[in-house]
């Protein structure tokens, strides 16, 4: 896994980068945490993570330009990396406004703690970790040794490594406080790289007893608890990255080899409209600019304002409609036509309310969403309103604290 871009001006929380969150930079060869004492083979962790860069190299067609060494943490060191991490990168007013939003938007109940739920994911569910910001890369190991699972992430972590020195992973924008769904987009394909490298280490070099104690591994009761625990706009968030991106990129390679997925990190995916259909990607259907009104707040009447805008995109329209309660085939359906969107969160003296602009491809697009929105928000017991003329290519929706004003503002 990479690093955690928790896009946050309203929604987004995609999870880290590569098998686990972030990371560091060091000189070559491995290094061990002080959680660990440092074995009498010590020569034995050098020789395994030298053979694995190899042979990643070799599949991935890059080469390192600065060695980084690996740290070897356990599980305490861990959540300690996590939580320095997840601080520095999410001021509090700005998650204050995610968690707000989602909140609004029915993702979350209401009490919820977004820092102490993305956390609580990540520590049962992170195995590794390349940090771009800090050149870092992290491998966890419960026993201080060096398994099938820790050579596995190492693995998928060096593609890390390497697509950040060659394509310099800040560059994408992860950071931008109001692009979650352009954020999502390109971190999946980041991570579908790094899985697909993985994959295809592991088909080369790994044997029946390696992959029996990698299930083990995945099968802990602490990690599958943590993953059952979360809420499920969070679990299918984190998960989205591996999976569409790993189809995504799969689709690149078949075509035009690793160097296809090169040419990606060059003109990167705008939406996870163009991850689900990679087709838009090739074809660079981009997404359709969505402006709102700046005087929103103030219209809506004294006490109220705007507290942050952020694009929803298909895959977490999507998500609202199926964790809803509306059959997965609907939901897709439903969100199939998404053409752009613009949320934005208004705090006022008794509450919250979020303003959703969206245009969609076709006119029977926006019906179909219109119809399944509405039904989605009688599931989840919002006050608001649909807004959408027959015939038309938009729909708007206004949820939360005096809706019924809120919708008179928003084009119909």
């Not at 020789?47 to 943490?73: K, S």
């Not at 979360?230 to 569409?244: E, K």
């Not at 990679?278 to 997404?287: F, M, N, R, S, W």
Request: aromatic content about 6%; hydrophobic content about 45%.
């Amino acid at each position: 896994m990479w690093t955690r871009p928790i896009a946050i001006a309203a929604v987004l929380i995609a999870s880290l980068i590569g098998c686990g969150p972030t990371s560091q930079t060091q000189s070559p060869g491995p290094t061990t945490s002080p959680s660990f004492a440092p074995s009498a083979s010590a020569a034995d962790p050098a020789a395994v993570y030298a053979a694995i860069r190899a042979q990643v190299e070799a599949i991935r067609g890059l080469q390192p330009t600065t060695d980084i060494a690996p740290v070897l943490i356990d599980e305490a060191q861990l959540k300690k990396n996590l939580q320095a991490d997840f601080d520095r990168q999410n001021p509090p007013a700005a998650l204050a406004v995610s968690e707000r939003t989602l909140i609004a938007l029915g993702f979350l109940p209401a009490g919820s703690s977004l820092r102490a739920l993305v956390l609580d994911l990540e520590s049962g569910q992170v195995a590794g970790y390349y940090s771009p910001q800090e050149k870092q890369l992290f491998v966890v190991s419960r026993s201080g040794g060096i398994g099938p699972t820790q050579r596995s992430t190492y693995a998928h972590e060096f593609t890390h490594e390497l697509q950040d020195q060659h394509f310099n992973l800040k560059s994408l924008g992860f950071q931008a406080p109001d692009q979650a769904d352009r954020s999502l987009a390109r971190l999946a394909m980041v991570e579908g790289d790094a899985v697909s490298v993985q994959t295809s280490w592991m088909q080369q070099h790994f044997g029946a007893a390696d992959l029996t104690q990698l299930l083990a591994d995945a099968s802990d009761p602490v990690a599958v608890a943590a993953l059952k625990r979360a809420p499920p706009y969070l679990r299918d968030t984190a998960l989205f990255p591996y999976q569409a991106g790993l189809a995504f990129v799969e689709g690149l390679v078949q075509t035009g080899g690793y160097a296809a997925v090169n040419a990606a990190f060059a003109r990167p995916p705008d939406s996870t409209a163009q991850i689900l259909h990679p087709e838009k990607y090739l074809a660079d259907q981009k997404p359709i600019a969505v402006v709102l009104p700046t005087d929103l707040g103030s219209r809506m009447g004294a006490g109220w304002a705007a507290a942050g805008q952020d694009t929803l995109g298909e895959f977490v329209l999507r998500l609202w409609l199926s964790e809803a309660g509306i059959a997965p085939n609907i939901a897709s359906d439903a969100a199939a036509g998404w053409g752009g969107d613009r949320l934005v969160l208004l705090e006022g003296p008794a509450g919250n309310a979020v303003a959703i602009e969206s245009v969609w491809e076709t006119a029977a697009d926006a019906d179909a969403f219109a119809s399944a929105a509405g039904t989605a928000m009688t599931a989840r017991a919002l006050t608001g309103k649909v807004l959408h003329v027959a015939g038309s290519k938009r729909v708007s929706l206004a949820i939360g604290v005096d809706a019924a004003t809120l919708a008179t503002l928003l084009p119909g």
